[in-house]
């Protein structure tokens, strides 16, 4: 099984949940890792943590809703490390609410983040990566890119979207790999940022069965760790105790 140690892997949403622990199971197999998100001071403990344990880690505040952003996130991943061989387009929110609520603001926050931002790294990454004829990009989507539930009607929709661009891209290109993963109900902030009630409350009942985050980052680097000829297309990642 070809190693981690030296890729550079890239990893937007890394300030908590599954970036957080994607990139400690990352850093502890020997990639080098730079990674982005808004709140930078959880950025330096993070990187500062790594790096005490003998890693690599660079940081840089990064809002995946704006494509400069996401493109100099990329370029500077190569000016630090020489190329960008995994981009990890983790960063998505999760403002649940019935339709009826008319969360309007909130539904354009997702597609915002959840599909937008995807795309803006694939603009960012990709034609590097067929520059250099060799590359993966690693989306992070949800369970709900396979069914919808009530109050999730929007997000369910983000991460379908998420879902179909994955498989086009792959479609489109024989020279990079593209990864679906598919979490589960995962520990994380999420949950509790749901502005809606009732919404809220689902959530917590939904989620009272969880596996960490670290699991999802497992996955992933099951996912880098395939021979260059090998694309793990899809990773679906539940509990197993979990009946949804």
């Not at 840089?60 to 990890?88: C, I, K, N, S, Y």
């Not at 309007?104 to 603009?123: F, K, Q, S, T, Y």
């Not at 020279?175 to 689902?202: F, H, K, N, Q, Y």
């Amino acid at each position: 099984m070809p190693d981690i140690a030296g890729k550079v892997v890239a990893i937007t949403g890394a300030s908590s949940g599954i970036g957080q622990e994607t990139a400690r199971v990352l850093a502890a197999r020997g990639a080098r890792l730079v990674l982005g998100a808004r709140r930078t001071d959880r950025l330096e403990a993070l990187a500062a943590g790594i790096v005490r344990s003998g890693g690599q880690a660079r940081i840089r505040r990064l809002d995946v809703t704006q494509p400069v952003e996401m493109e100099e996130f990329v370029a500077f991943a190569e000016a630090e490390f020489g190329r960008l061989d995994v981009l990890v387009n983790n960063a998505g929110i999760m403002p649940l609410s019935p339709l009826a609520a008319l969360r309007v603001d909130e539904w354009n926050a997702m597609i915002d983040v959840n599909i937008r931002g995807v795309l803006h790294g694939i603009a960012a990454a990709l034609p590097r990566m067929e520059a250099r004829g060799e590359g993966q990009i690693i989306n992070v989507a949800s369970i709900g890119a396979y069914a919808v539930s009530p109050t999730a009607a929007v997000y369910c929709a983000t991460k379908y979207a998420v879902r179909a661009i994955s498989d086009g891209l792959r479609q489109e290109t024989d020279r990079i790999r593209v990864t679906v993963v598919s979490p589960g109900t995962v520990e994380s902030e999420l949950a509790d940022r749901i502005s809606d009630e009732t919404a809220r409350a689902a959530m917590k009942e939904f989620r009272r069965v969880c596996i960490t985050p670290d699991a999802i980052g497992r996955a992933i680097a099951y996912a880098i760790e395939q021979p260059p000829e090998v694309d793990v297309s899809e990773i679906i990642v539940r509990p197993t105790a979990s009946p949804h």
